[in-house]
């Protein structure tokens, strides 16, 4: 079973490495860095921010450092392109070594660019957008959730696209039974939802930190997790609507299983585990194991609809049972503002 | 008022900073006074329906607030030490929310805004205001729908003269006028002569104290009970 066969990446280091100029390999091999580099650097220069600037050490050095740091992150990419153009390559020769050495200085420029320009090392960032229009009522609320993701929230939906594009590959390169093909469908549709719902979970506790004092306003916890997974399941609904390649089934199955996932997402919000990854992590497994069910059973997704109910009652008993305080004092003031809106 | 019946509280498991602690916080002014990381501000939490205790249960006007979570927080005014609100708002539309959840019309939230020199800053957006301007634009919200129980953790923290004579007398009105008012605050001298009660924390518990009438022998009560000394 393949959803991208071996002669894929070969052939893809082949145009990278044979076919290309070796300048233009450079350039596409340093966007590439960019680009990881990009998602890389906020986690780096987290730390170098605020308290160690007093330190007698030049900004240089801390930059130097931290584009080392990024580079370090990127050694599993770069390996695996190194392995790919070695296999390629082979038997090596001088010009073929440096054209190898040229994947690690791309992915160093790349860092030190991404460092150079970061802002955190520029001036020292306020939390929170510029706010250009008012809201009321739910229109707020909607704000509220989505002013904190920017344009993180495409970012949500790749773990998705990257689902749904294996699921139509792996239904591409192999010859499936119709009713294998609508099992890998639904298995690739549902674990789409859940990874964008665990992506979307992971980027609002980092970027929306419960608000304490609104607590103490006449809302009840089941008010605010209706309201975060009403929009969870909203943003969801474009996924829905790729999935139907999959068949006419496939779209309702997914759909039944959609209040069960966002009540489940709104819940794992509620937490105060340290590190975001725990939260995705959660989510995403829970996803996995979903998908797995459905794809052996897609009639069980009526079973999680049926269930959503208790879905909703226990993320609201996660909300009322929050430490709120304690939220803040493990991701918020170790990050220098404990009302920065930006936990680490 | 305000009831705790047997709560304990924990922010890490390990470490308990209530223990059963019951308690009724009647109306008038009532002070919490006590060493930094004794429990007042906790205490103030738990009230406000921003921490649910551990075990117990705490009582607005009789209902429980994590069960009547809507009604029993619809006389609640809170304000934290620290200006918490979202960076991802203007202050109007914070207002609007508390006006909308205090079903009180919107202009209430414009008037209380003027009385804390803030009208200008309706469509700022949160993060571009000062801490003292957050504080103000916390005591507006505190002022809508005139909340029968306030609870004012440092309230005069980050403000200036002006603003503080206008705090203070608005708590004293609303102490004269029946309403449950708690303060945690460092400063004792502005409060002195206005709490009708006062307690300190110590291991977990609060122990309240009798005020002497005379204005020096208050302050050196309520000394010592900021010190910790019961």
């Known amino acids: ?344 | 008022m305000i009831a705790f019946e047997d709560v304990s509280f924990a922010y890490l498991a390990e470490r308990r900073v209530l223990d059963a602690l019951s308690l009724s916080l009647e109306p008038g002014l009532t002070l919490l006074l006590g060493p930094n990381g004794c429990g007042k501000s906790t205490i103030l939490k738990l009230a406000a329906g921003v921490e649910k205790p551990d075990r117990g249960r705490v009582l607005v006007k009789g209902l429980d607030l994590w069960k009547d979570e809507v009604e029993a927080r619809r006389g609640l005014a809170y304000l934290p030490e620290q200006a918490d609100i979202t960076p991802y708002a203007t202050i109007g539309e914070v207002l609007g929310l508390v006006c909308r959840l205090r079903r009180e019309p919107r202009k209430k939230g414009l008037e209380a805004l003027s009385l804390f020199d803030l009208a200008d800053e309706m469509n700022s957006s949160i993060r571009e205001l000062s801490l003292g301007q957050k504080k103000r634009a916390l005591f507006a919200t505190a002022l809508i729908g005139k909340p029968s129980h306030l609870l004012l953790d440092e309230p005069l923290d980050a403000l200036d003269r002006g603003i503080q004579d206008t705090v203070l007398r608005w708590i004293g009105e609303r102490a004269r006028n029946g309403a449950t008012v708690v303060v945690v605050s460092h400063e004792i001298e502005p409060f002195a002569e206005m709490a009708s009660r006062a307690a300190t924390v110590r291991d977990g518990k609060a122990v309240f104290s009798m005020l002497p009438k005379d204005r020096d022998g208050r302050l050196s009560r309520l000394e010592d009970l900021a010190r910790g000394w019961a």
């Open chain 1, 1 to 344: 079973m393949y959803v991208l066969k071996y002669e894929f990446f070969l052939r893809l280091a082949e145009i990278l490495f044979l076919e290309t100029e070796p300048l233009a390999a450079f350039l596409i091999l340093f966007l590439l860095s960019l680009l990881i580099a990009r998602i890389a650097a906020p986690r780096v220069l987290a730390g170098i921010r605020g308290w160690i600037r007093h330190l007698h050490a030049s900004s240089r050095l801390h930059q130097n450092l931290a584009a080392l740091s990024i580079v370090l992150a990127q050694t599993p990419i770069l390996a695996i392109i190194i392995f790919f153009g070695w296999a390629v390559l082979k038997p090596i020769s001088s010009g073929d070594r440096a054209r190898l050495a040229g994947v690690v200085l791309a992915a160093g420029a790349a860092s030190w660019t991404v460092v150079r320009l970061s802002r955190p090392l520029r001036s020292r960032r306020r939390g929170g957008p510029r706010i250009r229009r008012s809201f009321r009522g739910f229109a707020f609320q909607a704000a509220l959730y989505l002013r904190p993701l920017k344009l993180g929230l495409i970012a949500c939906y790749i773990p998705a696209l990257v689902s749904l594009g294996a699921a139509a590959l792996l239904i591409a390169n192999n010859n499936l039974k119709p009713d294998s093909e609508s099992r890998a469908g639904v298995f690739g549709a549902v674990l789409a939802q859940g990874l964008f719902m665990a992506e979307l979970s992971r980027r609002l506790m980092l970027r929306r930190p419960p608000w304490a004092w609104a607590r103490s306003l006449p809302r009840s916890a089941g008010q605010r997790i209706l309201s975060d997974a009403g929009l969870a399941a909203i943003l969801a609904v474009p996924l829905l609507a790729l999935c139907a390649r999959f068949g006419r089934g496939v779209p309702l199955w997914s759909a039944c299983c959609l209040p069960w996932l966002s009540f489940r997402a709104a819940g794992s919000l509620r937490t105060t585990a340290v590190g975001s990854w725990s939260v995705r992590a959660r989510t995403g497994l829970e996803a996995l194991l979903t998908a797995l069910a459905l794809a052996l059973e897609p009639r069980a997704s009526l079973f999680l609809l049926g269930a959503s109910p208790l879905a909703y009652l226990g993320a609201a008993a996660k909300d009322r049972e929050q430490k709120v305080s304690l939220w803040n004092e493990l991701h918020q003031l170790p990050e220098g503002d404990a009302l920065s809106g930006s936990g680490s």
